[in-house]
Nanobody
Framework: QVRVVESGGGLVQPGGSLRLSCAASGSSFSINVMGWYRQAPGKQRELVATITRSSTTNYADSVKGRFFISRDFAKKTAYLQMNSLKPDDTAVYYC???????????WGQGTQVTVSS
């Protein structure tokens, strides 16, 4: 079993920055892809960014140039640096983890990000 825990959310003013962290733990495993998704009230969950084992990244068009995903392989942790935040970025942000050779995706409980003046 893999446990995924997000942290770092909060309230920030428009134009501000936040850094989210996602830590995976549990029995021995190798992580394939780590990702960030978000879900705003009344909307479907959407992809924000992903990073693979080879550190290939992918971003939603809405966050390109403002958000940056990275990972620490040794710590099994991923980060999402969010800059130039907008009110439209307000959502619950979820971390996803997929393992090498397994189809299951593990999710965290989510962390709230609110962008408001």
């Amino acid at each position: 079993q893999v446990r995924v825990v997000e942290s770092g959310g909060g309230l920030v003013q428009p134009g501000g920055s936040l850094r989210l962290s996602c830590a995976a733990s549990g029995s021995s495993f190798s992580i394939n892809v780590m990702g960030w998704y978000r879900q705003a009230p009344g909307k479907q969950r959407e992809l924000v960014a992903t990073i693979t084992r080879s550190s290939t990244t992918n971003y939603a068009d809405s966050v390109k140039g403002r958000f940056f995903i990275s990972r620490d392989f040794a710590k099994k942790t991923a980060y999402l640096q969010m800059n130039s935040l907008k009110p439209d970025d307000t959502a619950v942000y979820y971390c996803s983890v997929t393992l090498v050779g397994l189809p299951t995706t593990y999710w965290g409980q989510g962390t709230q990000v609110t962008v408001s003046s």
